[in-house]
Structure formats: C-alpha cells, structure tokens
T-cell receptor
Framework: DAGITQSPRYKITETGRQVTLMCHQT?????MFWYRQDLGHGLRLIYY???????DKGEVPDGYVVSRSKTENFPLTLESATRSQTSVYFC??????????????FGPGTRLTVT | SQQGEEDPQALSIQEGENATMNCSYK?????LQWYRQNSGRGLVHLIL?????REKHSGRLRVTLDTSKKSSSLLITASRAADTASYFC???????????FGQGTRLTINP
C-alpha cells in the first residue's frame, strides 16, 4: 500500500539493548523526520534527513542514530536503550518541491517501552 | 523550545457546539499549519494558512492568523463525536524544512 509505514508498531526492550525502528515511505519524498511524543512535551524532533545520505540533528538527538542509504527508508536506532527513551515514535515525510509549505505526512507510530 | 503553544490544553464540549483552539508562536513565519491526531494514530494535516492570509476555510474548519499578535485560531463548527482528537499547530523553522509543534489541545466531543 502507498504511504508511510512504521515497524514494529509495539516494542518492549530492556535497558542497554540496541533497538531499531523502521520507517518506509512510498512517495519518494525527499525529506524524512523522526519525532518522539511524550506527555507534557508534545512532539520533539530527533533527526531529519533532506535526502539519501544527508541527515541532521533535531532537538533531542542524544542516544539515537539514523541512516538513510535509500530515499524510501529512514531507520532510527537506539544504540543502548534507556528508560527515558520510552515513548511513542513517529516518522514523517515531506516533499522537496513544497519548500514554503512543509506539509508533513506521518506514519502510525511505534510505541516503545524500555524496561 | 516550543515555537507554538496551544490554548486551552483540553476542551470538552457537547456535540453540535463550536470548538475554538488557539495557538501562539514566537518568531516570524511564512505559514502555520494545523494537524489532528486521533488516539493511537499519527498526525494528519488539516489546513495550512500562509502569512499573507488572514482567514482560511476548509469544510467545517476555519483558521485565522494574526501575524501582528503571532497567534492563530482553529474553529471547528457543528462539532461531531468524530472530531474528538488532539489538535496541534505547527510552524516551519525559517531556512530549514522543519516544523515545530506545540503541545496540542485535547478536544473531547460529548454526545
């Protein structure tokens, strides 16, 4: 199906483990984003990417790693998960040719619990 | 830091009534966007208003923008139970294709 998908939708992991959240979009959008959503903080940008092999830090990048070898995929890795990284993670994408609108399209989210 | 701040944080009204949510922001913008998030789902883009526009309509949605006050409002008319959701305003960071989201208004429509 066309759109933006995330996997897994739910994940429970232990402190110190590495975990990778996947994001895939079928629109060939240039820009992709990772957010975390926590009560009291709204959505906070973790990392974003302007194109394949181009990534940049957002507001809360510490403890996370991203890569973008293909336009359609933008995985987010927690190198050594901590309880403070328990959150709901959203991936989003936007088209490059709308530079003055920046409308973003969101995936369904991944609920991550770190025990 | 948050660019957009929504007010109120929570709003509960009866079905059929109008719902108004407000957003204030800090820096100059070229557009402001509103998104809806249903429980357990991702955000969905509702409407975008450009800095040279003062009001915009889309179905039962009416958005206003006052750049002198750095504020926007979202009005949902004739509310329905399906409008129950959280609503976020978002503003782009100048010079970069990033959005900064407020913390949202949680709207509950009571039958």
């Amino acid at each position: 199906d066309a759109g933006i998908t995330q996997s897994p939708r739910y994940k429970i992991t232990e402190t110190g483990r590495q975990v990778t959240l996947m994001c895939h979009q079928t629109w060939s959008h240039s820009y992709m984003f990772w957010y975390r959503q926590d009560l009291g903080h709204g959505l906070r940008l973790i990392y974003y990417s302007a194109a394949a092999d181009i990534t940049d830090k957002g507001e809360v990048p510490d403890g996370y790693v991203v890569s973008r070898s293909k336009t359609e995929n933008f995985p987010l890795t927690l190198e050594s998960a901590t309880r403070s990284q328990t959150s709901v993670y959203f991936c989003a994408s936007s088209e490059l040719w709308q530079p003055i609108s920046y409308e973003q399209y969101f995936g369904p989210g991944t609920r991550l619990t770190v025990t | 830091s948050q660019q957009g701040e929504e007010d109120p944080q929570a709003l509960s009204i009866q079905e059929g009534e109008n719902a108004t949510m407000n957003c204030s922001y800090k820096t100059s913008i070229n557009n402001l966007q509103w998104y809806r998030q249903n429980s357990g789902r991702g955000l969905v883009h509702l409407i975008l208003i450009r800095s040279n526009e003062r009001e915009k309509h889309s179905g039962r949605l009416r958005v206003t923008l006052d750049t002198s006050k750095k504020s926007s409002s979202l009005l949902i008319t004739a509310s329905r139970a399906a409008d129950t959701a959280s609503y976020f305003c978002a503003t782009p960071t100048l010079g970069a294709q990033k959005l900064v989201f407020g913390q949202g208004t949680r709207l509950t429509i009571n039958p």
